[in-house]
Structures are given as structure tokens and as C-alpha cells.
């Protein structure tokens, strides 16, 4: 099973595009859409969104996840991470440095591999979507032209808002296991108070809880946290733990 | 097959989630999208499109469709409903009361089986998907977990605006077979004329006709409805028949 | 391979809608969503589009290609048009004309066939879907119902914006193969610079590039195009060869 993780968006031909190579390559692969709308040009967020989403899948899972504000470059280098069984196809920009730092096992490779057409702006099709399609099929690309290397980890908990998700909840990068129940998010200069569920406070106020991915996320029952908050709430707004 | 319809929008991981669970389940199960976006936090209008749009549909079809804002909620019951040989699984709310007011053949159960893992606010991955997977390998959750109950039943026609499409066309509940063919809506103090095709009327021009669906829709050849007219146009705008 | 191009929208049941039709008359058939978004009502910018990102599938691929604003009217006749053993199914209404203009084998032809239920506003679904199935595996509509014709063709290059990316990357319907590698591109009154990828831009800086698909675009480095010039920029705004 291939995993698709990118900013591209779902408009536009890129997913299409991405997939038709993996379907010549490895005709009737299951693929799942699972982002495609992670914050643009954002690999740091898009790092705590991959390491909390990825982690339910199976062993064996190759996620093709590319945020890659720096494609064609010379400086950045394509990567192929294996972290406690799934594996990981993109740059090597941080995107894998949350996956990384949270792994028990954990090794990583620069690829040199090149297909013999490389477009400057579009290595999702035609650098990482063959590897992967490759991986998926149980192959690895020739040793030779991998180049082993420590990955880079990063800390546990991003005390920021990293994806404001279709009914306006905002996903923070804080795992609700890393704090003690009773502790609640501060958002601005307003405490949300913690409960279970939407349910669980009157409509139209806000709460905060452990959502179904585990992170800790804003929301309001029955409306929109983006909206509800006087200041403007987006990717990248600071959150603090509060008693 | 199974079919999706939600208000979880294509954004965003809920909908590759659901995916990843039905395909460890059942492999290669062709899995459609139909509606990600529903009327948010809305079964009733979303009960309408239900019913309008799942008709279509082969028997032994399974929708899995979940508009659920009382998700995590005591009161919430989770339920199976069998009409005229399709499937529907989500949320006892309303969400199938007009496929079941519709329907000749009917059969409805609660369900009890709860999967080891469930989180608070994602029935639509942890207990529906699993429920939806079982049934289209043609398989029933345990006999002894359902309980049958009946399924309330809701009129056949709702005259409000249930949907707006991304042309701007404006969707009601109303079948275009429950009127006189000579009979159009109005919206507003606007009474749209009736035509068979957006061609039928000037470029520019508003018409009401019968959908490829069966439902009466308002629409605009060549623009859009939902900036047509002066007063702001949405889900629940209320329309009457014209003469 | 069935590829969809439409400008339907990824959101609401067309898509959906489509697929159920070509799974029920071909299972497993591998369907990959390429454009839901093209311009809407625009089948002349949608055409550029369409032979600029359909020429890097294979042989045997059929296009599915629905931008059909005069749907149901007697004037619009639904072709099949085989180019370069491609195939491409849809309205004639000058969707097809770039990619017969660049074609080295060309056969069209006007289908006579009509399925038993026919809307007035949905032949994507009823009239083109089959006929894509059909094609897709391998047969062929019935010779008597068609009517061989010569394909209306059109120029190389549109020097407008035929669409805006997720990133606001402004594509253009001109072939960078077209123009000497030293020429840039003008839009409004400004000229901008040519390069090879984003980087080699300074971080906010504009630039003309040839994108992924040998067309010229113009990005801006880390942020949206189609926000940085003064004037409003959008599908259908000209640009001009700039030594």
C-alpha cells in the first residue's frame, strides 16, 4: 500500500499524474489519498502531521510524502527513510525528522538513483513516485547508488496549531499523552476548557481534546474554531499547556 | 461496493483513514467517493441527498455514511438499515430516514459490537468502516449485537436548497416527479422558469429543471446560481412551487 | 486506463457518480482523477490543458473529457477521437481541436448511440462513461453507429493563463519548445525572468519556467503568483514572448 502525503492539493493534475506512474509500475496497487493538503512550503508542521498520521498504518506501508519547497535544487537530497517497518520516499528537508526522532528502529538513505527524465519542478512524479512504486513491490533500488546517514530527529511536541482541518478544528502538533489529563490548551489569552467530546460542552463552545489521532485539537461543537476566536487563527499559532 | 458520503471533505485525512481500514479488511474492494461534502453538521438536509443520490445504485450496495455531530454522545446510536437490497450504515440521527420512508422493502437495526480501539470523535473510521467493510464481504455483524428496531420515516419532499454544487447550482429535496411538469419554483420573490436544459434559456439566464437525478435544481446557463440572485443563496434557502 | 478531465469539481457526486458506471460495466478498471477543475464553461483553455497533460500516458489510454456547457442541446454531438493511439471521449465542441492539431494519426467520429436513460444535463455519466468502458476494454461502439469526420483543428500555443495551480503557479498554453530558451515571458506590463526551478529565484522573487509538462508557467518562489501582481490575475489572461 502506497500513502499519499503532499501539498500539491487535490485540484490539479499532480495526484493523477503521480499515480499513473505507480500504476505502470505496479498495476493494481492500493493507494490511499491520505493529505494533499498539508501546509504549503511547510515541511516543520507537515513533519508532526506525518509522524502522528503515519504511525496507525501497517508495517510494510510506503508513504510518498513530499513538501518540497526546494525541488531541483542542488542542496537538497532524496531520501528514503525506514522507521519500525513503514517506510518514507521524499526529501530530505526535516520532513522525516519527527518520524525519525520517534522510532525504535530507524534507518535512513540519500538515493542517487535518477530516471533518465527529470523534470526541475516535479520529483513527486518522476524521482519519488518510482521509488515508492518500487518499495511497495517489495524491491529496494540497487545498493549502490544508496548512501547510508544518520537522520536528523526532532523533539517530541509542537506547541503550535500545524492543520486546520474541513469543519475548522485545529490539529496542535502535542500528543495528549505527553501531558497530564487535566492539563488544557491556551490559545491567545483564552484557556479552551478539555473534554472528551464535542458533545461534552454546549453548542457553540469550544473545547479541547485528544483527537482521534491522538494530538490535542481546538474545536468548537457544532462550528468552526478558525472562525471563533477575535484574532486570526491559522497554521503556525502558538498554543501553551494550561492547568 | 462501498460508498462514501460524508461531510468529512476530500481535505484533510478522514477519508483516506476510512480507506486504509476497509482495504485491510477487504482488499481490493472498489471504494467510491460520492458526497465528502455534505452540509456540514446537517443530516437532515443531508438525508435528502441521501436518499436522491443512492438510488442509482445495484443492490447489495453499502453506504457508509456518516454526518454525525453527536459523535462520542450516549444518546447517538450506531445503525444498520436495509432498503430495497442496499445497505446504509452511520449514525441512527435522521440521516436515513427518507431512504427509509422511500423504501418498500425495509429492515433497521442498532448495533452493539464495539471494536476494540474507539476513539471518541471518529465512529466513521473505528466502528462504521469496520461495519461497512463486513457487510460488503456480504457478511453480518454477530446477530446477537443487533438489535431491530424501526426506523422512523421522513416525508418524500423537503423545498429547501439541500446542496450547492461547484457550478453553483442550487439542488432542493424536491423530486421533480412530485409536481406537474408545468410547474417551476420560486425562490425568494423570484419565480425561475421551468426548461428541460441550461440551453434552453439565455446565456446568462436562471432556469429550474429536473436534475439527472430526478431532483428539481435551480441553476444559471453558463453562471452561477448561487450569485445570482440579491439575497444570499445557500443550504436551507426555503423555494415553493410556481404555477 | 480510464483518465477523468472534467470540470466537474472534485466535490459533489459527479465524480463519484462516473465511476460507479465504469466499475459496474468494467471492474477493477484503474480510473485516475487527472483534472476535476478545469475551467468551467471553458472548453477552449481546456483544451490546451488537455493535450498538454495527456500526451505522457500511454498508448491505449482513454480520456474521459467532459467541459460541456451546451449539454443536451441538438447542436453538441458527442465524439470519440483516437490520436497517436490515445483515445478521448466527449462533446465536440473544440475540446478535442489542440490535441488534433498536434497529432501525427487522427481518426474521429460523431456516436450515434444513445443509452436507454439519457438526462438532458449529465452525459459525463450516462453517454460518456459507457463509452469510455467500452473502449477501455478493448471493444469498440458499433461501427453503424458512427459517423467518420474530419476533427477540426487548432493552433500550437495560447499565449493566455489556462489554469492556477494549488500553489498559484500561473499555467500558460505555451510550449516552452516553442520559443527559444533565452525568451521569457510578459504579463501585464511586467516581464518576468526566466529560470529553471523556484530556488534559483530569490525567496518572494517571480519566475518563467518551463513546468513538468514542457509548458511555460510563471511561479512565484515559496509564494502565489496569482496574488503577487497588482493587476487581478486569473484563466484567460494574456501573456506575451519577452526577449
Not at 493494481?28 to 503515519?54: E, G, M
Not at 519547497?69 to 531520501?79: D, H, K, L, N, Q
Request: net charge negative; aromatic share 12%; glycine share 10%.
Amino acid at each position: 500500500m502506497i500513502v499519499l502525503f503532499t501539498d500539491f492539493g487535490f485540484n490539479g493534475p499532480y495526484l493523477g499524474q503521480m499515480k499513473a506512474v505507480i500504476w505502470q509500475q505496479a498495476p493494481q496497487l492500493p493507494i490511499i489519498d491520505l493529505f494533499a493538503d498539508v501546509p504549503v512550503h511547510n515541511p516543520r508542521a507537515s513533519a508532526w502531521l506525518l509522524a502522528s498520521y503515519s504511525d496507525a498504518f501497517p508495517t510494510g506501508t510506503v508513504f510518498l510524502a513530499v513538501v518540497d519547497p526546494g525541488v531541483g535544487s542542488a542542496a537538497r537530497r532524496p531520501a528514503i527513510v525506514r522507521a519500525d517497518g513503514r517506510w518514507y520516499v521524499g526529501p530530505d528537508n526535516g520532513l522525516f525528522n519527527v518520524v525519525a526522532g520517534r522510532a525504535a528502529e530507524l534507518d535512513a538513505w540519500h538515493v542517487g538513483w535518477q530516471p533518465e527524465r527529470l523534470s526541475a519542478s516535479f520529483h513527486g512524479r518522476d524521482l519519488f513516485a518510482p521509488l515508492a512504486a518500487q518499495l511497495a513491490l517489495g524491491g529496494m533500488p540497487e545498493a549502490g547508488l544508496l548512501e547510508r546517514y544518520d537522520s536528523e530527529t526532532w523533539p517530541g511536541e509542537l506547541f503550535e496549531v500545524i492543520y486546520v482541518d474541513h469543519f475548522g478544528n485545529l490539529i496542535t502538533g502535542v500528543r495528549a499523552s505527553s501531558l497530564d489529563s487535566r492539563i488544557s490548551l491556551r490559545i491567545g489569552d483564552i484557556t479552551v476548557p478539555r473534554a472528551r467530546t464535542f458533545s461534552d460542552v454546549a453548542l457553540g463552545a469550544p473545547l479541547c481534546y485528544e483527537n482521534a489521532n491522538g494530538l490535542l485539537e481546538i474545536a468548537v461543537n457544532q462550528g468552526r474554531a478558525d472562525e471563533y476566536f477575535e484574532f486570526g487563527v491559522g497554521v503556525g499559532e502558538p498554543v501553551y499547556p494550561a492547568p
